[in-house]
């Protein structure tokens, strides 16, 4: 079956950079979707189609792909912002999550 | 406005059954794929199946763990989509969402769904 690999957690301080990867075999031929979940609501789309940000995602949130990665990027990182965040593909009609990415905004 | 609006869940015995509903509004229902994904207690989301729409016959597609147990089926005259889930697992204790396909950029509120003797 298909993996996305993604980091356990992310620590970041207000004010800077926060970058979130998704490991995945041939990632870069697949379409990349990201969702931010706060506890207790559900998942929140931010970056959809590999770099797309939906109406509503701050211009702070990019999404980028390299090689067999794929990255989410937070910028000036906020408090609000902390959250776990998930990678998502399609892989031979089945919908595949990465592992997720605690990202601790210190 | 577009809202996805979930009842159904509880608590079930395993080998038991429940059936998930999800109501749509705000967007023309039978254009659109619509996905069931769940999440365990303190774990990550994983993809359940989902609903093609009408283009594409109504289609559904499974995952492996719940394929010949769950069951997605549409009634377009009430906007609505549900889950059957038959012959339940502990394992398939979790919080179940409804999401609108293809990028899942609306979902539902989310329901808990509880497995256990």
């Known amino acids: 079956s298909y993996v996305l690999t993604q980091p356990p957690s992310v620590s970041v301080a207000p004010g800077k950079t926060a970058r979130v990867t998704c490991e995945g075999d041939k990632i870069r031929s697949k379409t990349v979707h990201w969702y931010q979940q706060k506890p207790g609501q559900a998942p929140v789309l931010v970056i959809s189609y590999d770099s797309d940000r939906p109406s509503g995602t701050p211009e702070r949130f990019s999404g980028s792909k390299s090689g067999d990665t794929a990255t989410l990027t937070i910028s000036r990182v906020e408090a609000g912002d902390e959250a776990d965040y998930y990678c998502q593909v399609w892989h031979e009609d089945h919908r595949v999550f990465g592992t997720g990415t605690g990202v601790t905004v210190l | 406005e577009v809202q996805l609006v979930q009842s159904g869940g509880g608590l079930v015995q395993p080998g038991g059954s429940l059936r998930l509903s999800c109501v749509a509004s705000g967007f023309t229902f039978s254009d659109h794929y619509i996905d069931w994904v769940r999440q365990a207690p303190g774990k990550g989301l994983e993809w359940v199946g989902r609903s093609r729409n009408r283009a594409n016959s109504y289609i559904n597609e499974y995952a492996a763990a719940v394929k010949g147990r769950f069951t997605i089926s549409r009634d377009a005259s009430k906007n609505s989509l549900y889950l059957q889930m038959n012959s339940l697992r502990s394992e398939d204790t979790a919080v179940y969402y409804c999401?609108?396909?293809?990028?899942?950029?609306?979902w539902g509120q989310g329901t808990l769904v509880t497995v256990s003797s």
């Open positions: 999401a609108r396909a293809h990028s899942l950029d609306f």
